[in-house]
């Protein structure tokens, strides 16, 4: 695992889910595939080629089903969110040790103010849309789920959302 510094980042993590498509790019119609249903009981749209679609929550929000790293992780999305946020169970499910690491920012959750250390995570794929070294914040406390934030959504060619959709293109 690389530890990186996230350089001109503003280190804060909130919780302002996307619950509408007005803090998202362009809207425009495409062809998206019907959604069904997850192990977990939530929405979950079908991968296309080249581009992940997710749509949202009985709770209103949109929740993201991501590979990192090769293993399954669950996060909010998040545009207000400047990185992606790990959880600290999250990041041990990925193999990183959140005891070993240096928190070397302070950061602002929901949950009130933590601390936070940077890694670069290898990958990040959300039905289809992958992006490679992605940086990403562990919080040490304060996140109840881990945040899909702008360090993923940034880089992007694109991302749209619908009233039950948004929609990622890599």
């Known amino acids: ?24 790019a362009a809207m425009s119609p495409g062809p998206l595939r019907m959604a069904r249903l997850n192990a977990e009981g939530f929405v979950a749209a079908s991968p ?17 089903d991501a590979e990192v790293n090769g293993k399954p992780v669950r996060f909010l999305v998040d545009t207000g969110a400047t ?30 103010s933590s601390r936070a250390a940077a890694v670069t995570l290898a990958s990040v794929s959300v039905n289809g849309a992958r992006l490679e070294n992605v940086q990403a914040l ?28 948004l929609r990622f293109e890599p």
């Not at 993590?13 to 998202?24: I, K, L, Q, W």
């Not at 562990?138 to 959709?165: K, P």
């Open 1 to 24: 695992m690389q530890v990186s510094s996230l350089g001109k980042f503003a280190l804060v993590a909130t919780m302002s889910a996307v619950a509408s498509g007005a803090a998202v």
């Open 48 to 64: 296309q080629a080249g581009s992940g679609a997710v749509a949202k929550g009985p709770d209103g929000h949109f929740w993201a």
């Open 83 to 112: 990185a992606v946020a790990l959880t600290p169970q999250d990041a041990q499910r990925l193999g990183i040790r959140p005891a070993d690491l240096k928190p070397g920012y302070n950061v602002t959750t929901a949950g009130g």
């Open 138 to 165: 562990v919080v040490s406390d304060g996140l109840d789920v881990s945040l899909l934030g702008m360090s993923y959504l940034g880089r992007l060619t694109r991302f749209e959302a619908t009233r039950d959709t």
